[in-house]
T-cell receptor
Framework: TQLLEQSPQFLSIQEGENLTVYCNSSSVFSSLQWYRQEPGEGPVLLVTVVTGGEVKKLKRLTFQFGDARKDSSLHITAAQPGDTGLYLC??????????????FGKGTKLSVKP | NAGVTQTPKFRILKIGQSMTLQCTQDMNHNYMYWYRQDPGMGLKLIYYSVGAGITDKGEVPNGYNVSRSTTEDFPLRLELAAPSQTSVYFCASIILPDYNEQFFGPGTRLTVL
């Protein structure tokens, strides 16, 4: 069974601080997605990374896919209260027929205080 | 486009009751999914469908049933509700597998007492 471990589970920081969220596995994934979920809503895709070593930037958010495609990180620079939410990583299995099924991590709940 | 819509938004059931959670998408996506989300547990796949008339079990299918008679609709049926089915349920859809964004509905919060 493929698992994705996210850390930390909770993170409470002040506005302006930097943070990194990690998503790790012993399994290889074909792709890695990061979603953000706000209370009472469904997850919304932030980014998809597909190549080992790939780095993508989305304004103050930087996403990296590990060289071996087993792990990923999300770094936020100068966090703002609007970044508050649940961050979920999700991996696409590397082997076997793909039905678009994703393996989700348990999430990191981020709170950014003004 | 409305995207993925789910009804109801909230529901309280008594043990043993049954209900259907509705999911509709207007994006002509072939692939649709049902997840449940429990606090601190991420999203678990219940059932999925790769097209009308085709459904398959996910990681946690026990106690649930689905059908896919049209491309647009993918209802989830709970036949004998149990407290363990208290959760938030999300429906999602995708146009193609691999690397593509899953579009999620707003969720249904279900409590079984």
């Amino acid at each position: 069974t493929q698992l994705l471990e996210q850390s930390p589970q909770f993170l409470s920081i002040q506005e302006g601080e930097n943070l990194t969220v990690y998503c790790n596995s012993s399994s290889v994934f074909s792709s890695l997605q990061w979603y953000r979920q706000e209370p009472g809503e469904g997850p919304v895709l932030l980014v998809t990374v597909v190549t080992g070593g790939e780095v993508k930037k989305l304004k103050r958010l930087t996403f990296q896919f590990g060289d071996a495609r087993k792990d990923s990180s999300l770094h936020i620079t100068a966090a703002q209260p609007g970044d508050t939410g649940l961050y979920l990583c999700a991996g696409g299995p590397a082997f076997g027929g793909s039905q678009g099924n994703l393996i989700f991590g348990k999430g990191t709940k981020l709170s950014v205080k003004p | 486009n409305a995207g993925v819509t789910q009804t109801p938004k909230f529901r309280i059931l008594k043990i043993g009751q049954s209900m259907t959670l509705q999911c509709t998408q207007d994006m002509n996506h072939n692939y649709m999914y049902w997840y449940r989300q429990d606090p601190g547990m991420g999203l678990k796949l219940i059932y999925y469908s790769v097209g009308a008339g085709i459904t398959d079990k996910g990681e946690v299918p026990n106690g649930y049933n689905v059908s896919r008679s049209t491309t647009e609709d993918f209802p989830l049926r709970l036949e004998l509700a149990a407290p363990s089915q208290t959760s938030v349920y999300f429906c999602a859809s995708i146009i193609l597998p691999d690397y593509n964004e899953q579009f999620f509905g707003p969720g249904t919060r279900l409590t079984v007492l």
